[in-house]
Each structure stands twice: as structure tokens, then as C-alpha cells.
């Protein structure tokens, strides 16, 4: 653990984070008054904005947030069900509001594209917008007949796709989730339910984040065992590695940063732990 950001004041119920791939700055959502905040690379809070209200450059209730490589936040909002984006001082410059259920997780490309999910829908979204104008160009649904699919990550080197779903509950049973792999053509490459990921390692797993690290590998938080998981590149998937054990409370967001930190959200704790790699 390199460094320890937020705590309960600062943030409040944390949903989501991502880092910029040029500044090392992260941006996290969360419920607080001012619903994003601008960390720096040394942890220092460099901006807020996005208060809850009816304009345009209000949020309702973050989900989930990612920065392009343009430098853009852009935030799934559930309270209106719609996509804002802003530049990293808060100004808002794209609001897409149409054709939502239920927009949700979310993760930038190389290209600056958007690929999002909708819960209610079951499906995957690539939204391409010109930012610097506040101009969409293209929302495109690239995939349905998912369940509730909620996080999802894109692969900055081979255009992967992985996202977490929630599968319902049968009988008295808890829900659980699967972990689902396309390729950047958005063929299936590989799935796995906590029932068959559970048979690999010791304990049930219930992931609720995912991203990719900087050699492909698919990563996850699973809040049964407070872990965070290596599950091994989508060719080889899923092979098991633990990568943190201990020291988390209830990890809900997940992301990499340009140094090859591993960013954890661990909203038991309201907080973002930052690890650095041995």
C-alpha cells in the first residue's frame, strides 16, 4: 500500500474511479455533496464539482466515472439515467440523455470512445463523441441479452472487452456474478460464474470491479473475501492469483493508472487505496 486517499467526510459511499492516462490524476464518484473529486498524483483534492440539482452540469447519483484519454471525466448518472461529460475543471460540455435504462459501468478506450453498460437493458454500449465541441457522434449498442451487466473494463492494448454481470438469485440462494470476455470484435472469448471460479479457489467469489493491467490480464474485486484477484489473460482464462488479501473492507472500484499502480475503491471504508506493484 503506497498511499491511502479520502476516508469517511471526504468521500461518502464511493462508486466508482479512474485514472488519467496522461496527468496521474484519479477522479472518483461518490455521493457527497460535490459528487467528483479531482485527486492529484501525490493525493492532494485538486477540484470537486457535479452537485446534485436539476442543471446541466449537475449529478444526480453517480455510478460510475472514467477519464479519456483527451483529458474528459465522463459519469454514468442513475439518478436521470444519462451520460455527462466534463472537462477535469467540472464544466460540463455533453449531456446524452436518450435511450438509456439504466446506464451503469463505464471505461475509455485509446480513442477516447466510451464503452458503457446498461443494467436494466442487459446490454453494451460504444459511445464515440467529439468532447472538445460537446458534439456525439455515434451511440452504438454493440451487445445485448446480458444480465444486468454492471462494471466494465476495455484493453488498452488489444481492444478486449470484459464485464462483470449479475445473475439472479435462484431459490433461497444469494445472487451471484459472472465475468465475461469478448474480443475488441465483441466475439465471446470466455465466461465464468462465482460457481465455477468458486471451484478454482477456496472461497465463493462475488466480483464487483474489473480491469485490465498493462499485460492483459483480467483483474477483480470480490467483496466475499475482501480480495483482489488476478484471473489471467482472456486466452488463458481463468487462472487464479490473488494480488491483495488483506487490508480491504468492501472493494467496489477498480482501476490501473499509467505507472502500473493498482488503484482500489473500498467503499466499506470510503476510501481509495493505491498499491504499488513489486
Known amino acids: 500500500l503506497r498511499l491511502c486517499l479520502g476516508g469517511w467526510g471526504s468521500l461518502v ?13 484519479l477522479a472518483v464518484a461518490h455521493d457527497g455533496k460535490k459528487r467528483i473529486h479531482i485527486f492529484g498524483p501525490s493525493g492532494f483534492c485538486l477540484w470537486r464539482f457535479g452537485e446534485r440539482g436539476d442543471a446541466s ?5 453517480p455510478l460510475d466515472v472514467t477519464v479519456t484519454s483527451d483529458g474528459h471525466v465522463v ?33 475509455a478506450t485509446p480513442k477516447s470512445e466510451v464503452i458503457l453498460t446498461d443494467s436494466e437493458a442487459g446490454a ?22 446480458l444480465v444486468s451487466p454492471r462494471a466494465v473494463a476495455v484493453c488498452q492494448t488489444s481492444g478486449a472487452v470484459v464485464v462483470i ?35 478454482a479457489f477456496p472461497s465463493r467469489i462475488y466480483a464487483t470491479a474489473v ?34 488479501s488483506h ?7 477498480l482501476t490501473y493508472t499509467a505507472n502500473n499502480c493498482l488503484v482500489v475503491l473500498d467503499s466499506g471504508d470510503h476510501s481509495v487505496k493505491v498499491y504499488s506493484s513489486t
Open 13 to 25: 459511499n464511493p462508486t466508482g474511479v479512474a485514472a488519467c492516462p496522461g496527468s496521474g490524476r
Open 57 to 61: 452540469n449537475d449529478i444526480k447519483y
Open 75 to 107: 459519469v454514468t448518472d442513475g439518478g436521470d439515467r444519462s451520460v455527462k461529460a466534463f472537462d477535469f475543471e467540472g464544466r460540463g460540455v455533453l449531456a446524452v440523455r436518450e435511450g438509456f435504462c439504466l446506464p451503469w459501468g463505464l471505461d
Open 124 to 145: 453494451l454500449y460504444r459511445l464515440a463523441a467529439d468532447f472538445q465541441r460537446g458534439e456525439l457522434k455515434k451511440c452504438q449498442m454493440i451487445r445485448s441479452r
Open 165 to 199: 454481470e449479475h445473475l439472479k438469485p435462484r431459490g433461497p440462494s444469494k445472487g451471484s456474478t459472472r465475468v465475461t470476455i469478448f474480443s475488441a470484435e465483441m466475439d465471446l472469448i470466455g465466461q465464468m460464474d462465482s460457481f465455477g471460479l468458486s471451484l
Open 211 to 244: 480491469a485490465f493491467d498493462k499485460e492483459g490480464r483480467v483483474v477483480v474485486t470480490d467483496v466475499c473475501s475482501q480480495a483482489v484477484i488476478c484471473l489471467g489473460k482472456p486466452e488463458e482464462f481463468p487462472i487464479l492469483n490473488p494480488l491483495i
Open 247 to 253: 487490508g480491504l473492507s468492501y472493494p467496489v472500484g
